[in-house]
């Protein structure tokens, strides 16, 4: 705190704490709404969707879902805002698609083998960009790209080569899908590995090992060409990516932060609002905000005409411990700049809200 | 010490800071929730098609193209060639098959779109009137982005930009209005003042007679037209002003604007010409019919009053009743006949009773007014009453009593069958306050056709839930209740305590 004292400072601050009584996974806010959905499990391995809405600062419980499997995951980017289906994975490997309104499924499909670690969709409530797509990363080593309109089997399937280990796939987001035939997946995986597969050649775009297990990928947006790409890792690490200019021989430009005794950094999420910042959540329980600032020139251009990135720092803009376990999931609002949902180990959802955002 | 100081300065300032962020939160959430009930219905995108499938559709492309490339020295292919064919495929591969589906719920999506629009609107006029011209232009801004088509939202953006003196755009505006609805009054007014104030004293003058072209009683109209001409002062003596004042009476638009006088507060669509002619029975279009539209206010604009019922006339659907008015002859023709469904009351009920009637008079149902049919109906009605049979339920009521309107004596006649005591048991749940005032009026003015009469009201009195019944009673309902119990009091040697009674059961 001592080091922030500029007047514009922003500030995290937990408004609401519920507790639940069983572990909590995932939680994402309702697109259009004053609600959100917490993904869990219960003791006896059964999973729950809770959603909540939040009513004069207090958060109340509307709706439960129980089913057989716990549920690992889950997201709404592959739904419109007037359908609002959220797409889950659960510890079987099973991808289901919800109509939170009617609590059924719209459909279902088990083409993994073991658990669901990541989930990300796309397309839903943006034109021209592209299908609706829902990727799933799982531990089978799979990372699958679905179109809830084509029942039963993916539209892409990225597997490791026959004779190859089978990495446990631990991160996959969606990004670069400015237009209908673009469209990136990133897949991060336990030995570090992170890939870049472009789905429209259907081809391997970029790799490259991070030393640590990828917990958490992200690009600052998805619908424009990929600009910036933050990877979380283990021990305390995570890379900021500029992609935009992609180098034949070194890549992509990165900048590493590194702050060991935090432990992991579960999630990094981008403010929706100001693709720049940044939250990151550690094992701690502490959340960092973070501003990532370009260079004066993003790229240069050597002796030979071939341009490759240059990095830019990072500014952390504040740190506040909100937890005493790890946080697992965040997610900010996408129509209120600075709220944001998020759950923990500790068994606790929180509403937390980030002051002064619009300043920076 | 300055440190402390300035450590309290931060921590005041984050305090405040979060309370104001904590007011957003509370706006947010209502917004979010209103925006959430706006949500529902289908909806429907155009969406590129499932990757799996582009991959199957791929490689046959590339075989096709070589097929169809013809060499240019093929002369006789060439011959063959079907340009039009060919273009018309290029055009279809632009449009694709996967646009052609989105065209369902255009409707929805419109009425949702307006719904939106005019709860911008709403919330412009609300700003209008706390005149912060700003705020309302941009909310006008964006329900003119959501429905491009209203005259109401450009006059609206034009009044704040006038207020705000930005004339040119003011005028802009309106001029748009007008031509989305020439008849647009304050839209023309708008853009008279905008004109005058801009010095293009012609033009304003100009509007300002089309407004009293369309409102011959506007007086701010004529006073700012009389302040102009003033104004152009020499020049204006040449003015070409002429038939300003006086409208003439073959001016016909003055009708239109009575239709719609109000325009502003009323989130009609505006008047659209070309209607599509599967809708003309929607919007009444060549029947001599006032449509009521649903008005879509939220909740908090509602006006408070009470809802006032509205009687309901049933009227088939396509006909018109003629403009002439009919002529005697027509009456005797139809008398002869005695077979002519009602063309403006539901004949359906009566072809039921009168089996005699049936489709013969097809001809001259187009010809009947409704005048010269109730003077049939009547003297049928009458004829009909021996017929009569009391009614065991009162579906079975309502069936004759609905084409008994206003004839006093057949209603009467009609009650006397009726057994008292059996009233509760007729109507059941059923009793329409509409028919209590008939029969109070039926008792009151033909008392002769009934025995005990204070019998009837406490049959009456008895139906189930007839205390909301009474609620209705209308004061003359209540003066004739008052006279017709008096009267029962000394013709009927009722004691006192019936008709306290009956005084305590409607509410007198």
Redesign the interface.
């Known amino acids: 705190m001592e080091e922030y004292d500029g007047l514009d400072t922003p500030q995290v601050i937990t408004h609401i704490e519920h507790n639940i009584n069983h572990s909590i996974f995932d939680c994402k806010w309702i697109p259009c709404s004053a609600k959100f959905v917490v993904i869990g499990s219960l003791p006896k391995g059964t999973g729950t969707l809770e959603v909540y809405e939040i009513t004069s600062g207090e958060i109340r419980k509307i709706k439960e879902i129980e089913r057989p499997n716990s549920f690992k995951c889950g997201t709404f980017g592959a739904s419109s805002d007037i359908e609002r289906r959220l797409a889950t994975g659960d510890f079987k490997g099973t991808l289901e698609i919800w109509d939170l309104e009617k609590s059924c499924q719209m459909y279902i499909t088990k083409e993994h083998t073991d658990i669901i670690n990541s989930i990300d969709g796309m397309g839903g409530n943006v034109n021209n960009c592209g299908a609706p797509e829902i990727v799933t990363g799982s531990r089978d080593g799979t990372v699958k790209v679905w179109d809830p309109r084509q029942r039963g089997k993916p539209v892409a399937n990225m597997q490791p080569v026959k004779g190859e280990t089978k990495r446990d796939c631990w991160a996959v987001s969606f990004g670069n899908s400015f237009n209908d035939a673009e469209r990136i997946v990133v897949a991060g995986y336990d030995n570090g590995d992170l890939k870049m597969f472009d789905l429209r050649t259907m081809s391997l775009r970029w790799e490259c090992n991070l030393k640590n297990g990828v917990c958490s990928t992200e690009f600052d947006r998805k619908d424009i060409p990929m600009n910036k790409l933050v990877a979380t890792t283990l021990e305390g690490k995570f890379h900021v990516f500029d992609v935009r200019t992609q180098n034949p021989t070194k890549g992509f430009a990165q900048v590493l932060n590194n702050d060991a005794k935090s432990g992991t950094i579960w999630v990094a999420r981008h403010v929706p609002q100001n693709r720049d910042i940044f939250v990151t959540c550690a094992g701690n329980g502490q959340v960092s905000l973070w501003k990532y600032e370009y260079p004066e020139h993003r790229y240069h251009v050597d002796h030979q005409g071939v341009s490759s990135g240059v990095p830019g720092k990072l500014k952390r803009l504040q740190r506040m411990v909100v937890s005493s376990q790890p946080i697992n999931a965040w997610e900010w609002n996408r129509d209120h700049l600075g709220l944001a949902v998020a759950t923990a180990y500790d068994q606790c959802v929180r509403v937390l809200i980030t002051t002064k955002l619009n300043l920076q | 010490m300055d440190k402390v100081f ?1 450590i309290q300065n ?1 921590a005041r ?2 305090v405040k ?2 309370q104001t ?2 007011t ?3 706006n ?2 209502a ?3 209103r ?2 009930a706006a ?3 289908a ?1 429907e ?9 582009i991959k199957k559709e791929k490689p046959v492309v590339p075989k096709k193209k070589p097929e169809q490339k013809i060499k240019g020295s093929d002369y006789s292919a060439w011959d063959k060639y079907d340009v039009d064919k060919a273009c018309e495929d290029i055009d279809m591969e632009d449009v694709g098959p996967t646009s052609l589906d989105g065209k369902k719920s255009q409707q929805a999506k419109l009425e949702k779109l307006k719904e939106e629009a005019q709860y911008e609107k709403e919330r412009g006029n609300t700003f209008v009137k706390q005149e912060k011209w700003d705020e309302a232009i941009s909310c006008y801004n964006r329900a003119i982005e959501l429905v491009k088509d209203d005259a109401i939202y450009y006059a609206n953006r034009g009044l704040c930009y006038l207020k705000k003196d930005s004339l040119h755009q003011a005028e802009s505006d309106c001029s748009e209005a007008l031509r989305l609805d020439p008849t647009y009054v304050k839209a023309l007014q708008r853009r008279a003042t905008a004109r005058e104030r801009l010095g293009s004293l012609r033009a304003a003058s100009h509007d300002l007679n089309e407004v009293l072209k369309l409102e011959p009683h506007n007086t701010a109209a004529r006073k700012q037209l009389e302040a102009i001409k003033t104004r152009m002062g020499t020049k204006g003596a040449k003015s070409k002003s002429s038939p300003v004042t006086t409208p003439t009476p073959e001016n016909k638009p003055i009708v239109k604007p009575k239709m719609q006088p109000k325009i502003v507060e009323l989130p009609s669509e505006p008047a659209v010409a070309g209607q599509l002619i599967a809708d003309d029975w929607r919007t009444g279009v060549g029947e001599n019919i006032m449509v009521i539209k649903p008005v879509k206010k939220p909740p908090h604009l509602r006006s408070k009053r009470p809802l006032k019922s509205i009687p309901i006339q049933e009227v088939l659907l396509g006909e018109k009743t003629p403009e002439k008015p009919p002529t005697r002859l027509k009456i005797v023709d139809i008398e002869d006949n005695l077979s002519q469904g009602d063309s403006n009351n539901n004949d359906s009920n009566k072809k039921d009773i009168h089996g005699k009637i049936d489709a013969c008079g097809e001809g001259e149902k187009k010809v009947a007014s409704p005048e010269s049919v109730k003077l049939v109906s009547e003297a049928i009605i009458t004829e009909k009453i021996k017929n009569f049979v009391p009614p065991i339920n009162s579906v079975q009521f309502m069936s004759e009593w609905k084409y008994m309107k206003g004839q006093w004596d057949a209603m009467a006649e009609y009650w006397s069958l009726i057994e008292p005591s059996k009233i509760p048991s007729i109507f059941a749940n059923a009793l329409e306050s509409s028919v209590v005032s008939d029969v109070i009026q039926v008792l009151h003015s033909r008392r002769d056709k009934f025995r005990g009469r204070t019998a009837y009201l406490a049959g009456i009195a008895n139906v189930p839930r007839f205390s909301a019944l009474a609620m209705f009673l209308s004061h003359t309902d209540k003066q004739m209740l008052t006279t017709l119990l008096e009267d029962c009091k000394q013709s009927e040697n009722c004691t006192d305590e019936v008709i306290a009674d009956l005084k305590n059961k409607y509410e007198l």
């Not at chain 2, 995108?45 to 499938?53: A, E, G, M």
Request: a negative charge; proline letters at 6%.
């Open positions: 300035q931060q300032n984050n800071e979060l962020y904590m957003d939160l509370q947010w959430e917004e979010m929730k925006k959430e949500l529902n219905g909806f995108q155009d969406l590129p098609p499932v990757r799996s499938k």
